[in-house]
T-cell receptor
Framework: ETGVTQTPRHLVMGMTNKKSLKCEQHLGHNAMYWYKQSAKKPLELMFVYNFKEQTENNSVPSRFSPECPNSSHLFLHLHTLQPEDSALYLC??????????????FGEGSRLTVL | AQSVTQLDSQVPVFEEAPVELRCNYS??????LFWYVQYPNQGLQLLLKYLSGSTLVKGINGFEAEFNKSQTSFHLRKPSVHISDTAEYFCAVSEGSNDYKLSFGAGTTVTVRA
């Protein structure tokens, strides 16, 4: 069992659909992150949660809505997305005290295609 | 704002040959430096990190990197690559002036051929 699990691994949705990405970490960490990975571009930090509290929202459009019910689970709710939102969405976790040292543990990602 | 430049987008290399991946960053303050690797269809995995101390850092799978403050570089090297080293490699930097948020480079794709 991997430390950070993301579901689904692949998702195709229309622009009017509502869907959610799920992330679960089994490492006992208390900080969780959403990143967007587009081809040949640097990873873009979207959201950070530290002890279930959102501590970072990197100017992400409101069509992306995160939810962190506890330190082990993180969701990304999607609605009325645009084709340019197609990307690999990566979840990561870390110990809160390592939030400043960049030692993150990543899931395998959810490949999103918006038609 | 800090930025990370990975000078090579793609690096083809033959098996058992050495490889160097170049990374430069823009920052005038103390930084933490990282290399992450992403194997096909997987998430990113920490390869090695520089936080302080010796400028030569050794990581997993025989990789090492050297921090050069005067040249603001953190190049990654491996003396002899294997087919299994085929992956995308990301350089990342965090610094205090940016609340220690990680800034990633665009990645270097390494393809190892027999």
């Amino acid at each position: 069992e991997t430390g950070v699990t993301q579901t689904p691994r692949h998702l195709v949705m229309g622009m009017t659909n509502k869907k959610s990405l799920k992330c679960e970490q089994h490492l006992g960490h208390n900080a969780m992150y959403w990143y967007k990975q587009s081809a040949k571009k640097p990873l873009e930090l979207m959201f950070v949660y530290n002890f279930k509290e959102q501590t970072e929202n990197n100017s992400v459009p409101s069509r992306f809505s995160p939810e962190c019910p506890n330190s082990s689970h993180l969701f990304l709710h999607l609605h009325t997305l645009q084709p340019e939102d197609s990307a690999l969405y990566l979840c990561a976790s870390s110990q809160a005290e390592q939030i400043n040292t960049g030692e993150l543990f990543f899931g395998e990602g959810s490949r999103l295609t918006v038609l | 704002a800090q930025s990370v430049t990975q000078l090579d987008s793609q690096v083809p290399v033959f098996e058992e040959a050495p490889v160097e991946l170049r990374c430069n960053y823009s920052s005038s303050v103390s930084v933490y430096l990282f290399w992450y690797v992403q194997y096909p269809n997987q998430g990113l995995q920490l390869l090695l990190k520089y936080l302080s101390g010796s400028t030569l850092v050794k990581g997993i799978n025989g990789f090492e990197a050297e921090f050069n403050k005067s040249q603001t570089s953190f190049h990654l090297r491996k003396p002899s690559v294997h087919i299994s080293d085929t992956a995308e490699y990301f350089c990342a930097v965090s610094e205090g002036s940016n609340d220690y948020k990680l800034s990633f480079g665009a990645g270097t794709t390494v393809t190892v051929r027999a």
